[in-house]
């Protein structure tokens, strides 16, 4: 079986995963800005340790302590570097650089989404607090506190294919076109608030589809080679890390729809 062949194979073994992703009922019930902040409040965590992963897989991969060694694979090197510049200092809207994780934030900031509980996590992390007591301080929902001691659970596996199949098939393009149209409809109800987000968005996305996803599926494949163990714990950490989105989803739509509960009146304001 060809490179191209595994790859299509973990692909089609995640499909029902994929589905239950990108059909989730959790789109039917954002209706209202609240909603939106509530999604973000969760979501800001998976775009973070998304990028803790990719800088484990740089970390490993491209040699990068010091004193420096040069890599044993270049193909892996080129492309998770490439990744990185992308992911960690894109363009923003006025021409300046900046992480897709810190537009993320602003986006937030702009919406009026609460950003006390993720900068108060980084503060712990920064302060040398590990992950997990960090995430549990700041009394983050159970459902992302599961999610991200899942993935570190996998970078603190230490094996460079589980984390490189955790990153490439657990990406954000997870995101559904009908969640791009509910944020539009939001901004245009409250007057552009969502600009930023809808930059982040679109940018990830186009990013996601015709250039990182790409890129990490080659990734993978140069990291496994002709090793059947490779690919099999490839689809293995492809598939946990799925699950994991999944049951952050979930919380996420409880969540979304006790404060619809709670709230049953609330409308967008502008």
Request: hydrophobic share 40%; net charge negative.
């Amino acid at each position: 079986m060809t490179t191209d062949s595994k790859i299509l194979k973990i692909n089609a073994s995640l499909e029902p995963q994929r589905l239950a992703l990108v059909n989730h009922p959790i789109y039917e019930d954002i209706s209202t800005l609240r909603d939106l902040q509530i999604f973000m409040e969760h979501h800001v965590y998976a775009v973070w340790d998304f990028m803790s992963l990719l800088k484990s897989l740089q970390q490993q991969i491209t040699g990068s302590n010091t004193p420096w060694l040069p890599s044993s694979n270049k193909t892996a090197t080129r492309l998770i570097n490439e990744i990185v510049l992308g992911e960690e200092s894109d363009e923003t809207t006025d021409g300046k650089f900046s992480s897709h994780f810190e537009m993320y934030l602003q986006s937030m900031i702009d919406c009026g989404a609460s950003v006390s509980p993720i900068n108060d996590f980084l503060n712990f992390v920064r302060d040398g607090v590990g992950v997990r007591d960090a995430v549990s301080r700041v009394d983050a929902p159970p459902s992302v506190q599961t999610f991200v001691g899942n993935t570190f659970s996998t970078i603190e596996s230490n094996q460079t294919v589980r984390i490189a199949a955790a990153f490439t098939f657990g990406r954000e393009d997870l995101l559904p076109a009908i969640f791009e149209k509910i944020v539009d409809r939001l901004n245009l109800q409250n007057h552009g608030k969502l600009d930023n987000f809808r930059y982040y968005l679109n940018r990830h996305i186009e990013l996601d589809a015709d250039e990182h996803g790409p890129m990490a599926e080659r990734m993978v494949e140069s990291l496994c080679g002709s090793s059947t163990i490779n690919w099999q714990l490839a689809e293995l950490a492809a598939k946990d890390a799925l699950q994991a989105r999944l049951c952050m989803w979930d919380g996420m739509h409880q969540r979304i729809q006790a404060a619809g509960l709670a709230l049953p009146s609330l409308k967008l304001q502008s």
